[in-house]
């Protein structure tokens, strides 16, 4: 029978909470019957060479991952490194989502501009990733999980149903070998151990692009004076240097008129990657948050921008770099409305 793959990436540190819930949905899940569960550290740290990338890249049938990251940082973060899938819909809802009198319509991709979309052939495969914020108990997570298997069981068996009625000898073949209509489906994960799996990982801090807000502007790579941003062989958008980002620092997020720029562990949800429509149950105007007006958002983004030159031993440029056409001539207002806002949230703990 085909396994679907769990992966649970630690939070960085060692809170005590944070690990009694990992502990809590490990042992549990490691009771139920057609999954592999592994553990690794926090997903964003993994560097190139770090076995637990290693052995999420070798998966190949379809994926759960559990992070304390919003969903769709960690659903980009892993397609970045190569982890790719069709995303898969969680139904997990953080509880207080549930209350909002009058929750917040959620933005859709018909509402903004093309998008670059992701890179190259996705793998027939499907990728989950769920919030160990949103709940402090297990059992929402192994309910989730398990409508996860079933929902994944029932595509493969749809599909294994329209290859029998399209190739029937080849699928008589399969069954005959094989044993089971399910294992035309997925390939077994290779082995790892365990410890070389939770091998320490040094914290790390870079952008994570989501492509289905990216249009490829490309006014990220002007703005940023690190040599963080490059292009591919086709003139998309990437991020090159990832280690070269400036800790702390999320200025091309702002600057960015998409709001595809991520920074999976910033203070503000906005920029760590949340959905636009409600966080934590609290209406959220994602543009606000990125910055206010355009004007807001760049003199945010300048003064960031100019603390890391300095830092550097180098001169602030101010606006006279690397600054959108758009928004170029406009004035640097005050932003006091914005602090306000990200001063509420922050104050929210969100
Ligand atoms: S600024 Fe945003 S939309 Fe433009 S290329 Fe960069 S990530 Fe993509
Ligand atoms: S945060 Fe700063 S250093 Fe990092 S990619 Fe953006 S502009 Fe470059």
């Given at each position: 029978m085909a396994r679907l793959t769990i992966v649970l990436s630690q939070a960085p540190g060692k809170h005590p909470a944070k690990r009694a819930l990992e502990e809590g949905v490990v042992a549990a899940l490691l009771l139920e019957p057609g999954l592999e569960v592994s553990v690794v550290p926090n997903l964003y740290d993994?560097?190139?060479?770090?076995t637990g990338r290693l052995f999420l890249g070798a998966v190949r049938g379809d994926l759960v991952v559990l992070s304390w990251l919003y969903p769709r940082a960690a659903f980009w973060l892993l397609d970045r490194i190569g982890i790719q899938g069709h995303e898969g819909q969680s139904q997990?809802?953080?509880?207080a989502d549930d209350e909002e009198e009058d929750p917040a319509e959620p933005e859709t991709s018909a509402d903004r501009p093309v998008a670059i979309g992701p890179v190259g052939a996705i793998p027939d495969r499907h990728i989950y990733c769920l919030d160990l914020?949103?709940?402090?108990?297990p059992e929402p997570y192994l309910k989730e999980v398990a409508r996860i298997v079933a929902e994944c069981r029932d595509r493969r068996d749809t599909k294994a149903r329209e290859k029998a009625a399209n190739h029937p000898v080849i699928v008589q073949l399969g069954l005959a070998v094989?044993?089971?209509?399910?294992?035309?489906?997925t390939a077994e994960t290779p082995a790892f151990a365990p410890e070389a799996l939770l091998a320490p990982a040094g914290r790390r801090w870079y952008p994570v692009i989501d492509y289905n807000r990216?249009?490829?502007?490309?006014e990220c790579l002007d703005f940023?004076?690190?040599?963080?941003y490059g292009v591919d062989g086709l003139e998309r958008i990437l991020?090159?240097?990832?280690?070269q980002c400036k800790k702390?620092?999320?200025?091309?997020s702002r600057v960015c008129p998409q709001q595809a720029?991520?920074?999976?562990?910033?203070?503000s949800a906005a920029i760590a990657g949340a959905n636009t429509g409600a966080i934590g149950g609290l209406k959220i105007d994602l543009s606000k948050l990125f910055g206010g007006d355009v004007a807001d958002a760049l003199s945010m983004a300048v003064q960031e921008r100019d603390r890391e030159l300095v830092n550097d031993g180098r001169t602030a440029v101010g606006m006279a770099v690397g600054i959108p056409k758009r928004q170029e001539g406009k004035p640097q207002s005050p932003k006091d409305d914005l602090d306000k806002l990200v001063d509420d949230l922050d104050s929210l703990g969100l």
């Open positions: 993994l560097g190139p060479d770090h997990l809802k953080h509880p914020r949103d709940f402090n108990k094989n044993g089971t209509a399910n294992s035309l489906a990216c249009t490829n502007c490309l940023c004076l690190f040599g963080v991020v090159e240097n990832q280690d702390g620092c999320p200025a091309c720029i991520i920074f999976p562990e910033y203070k």
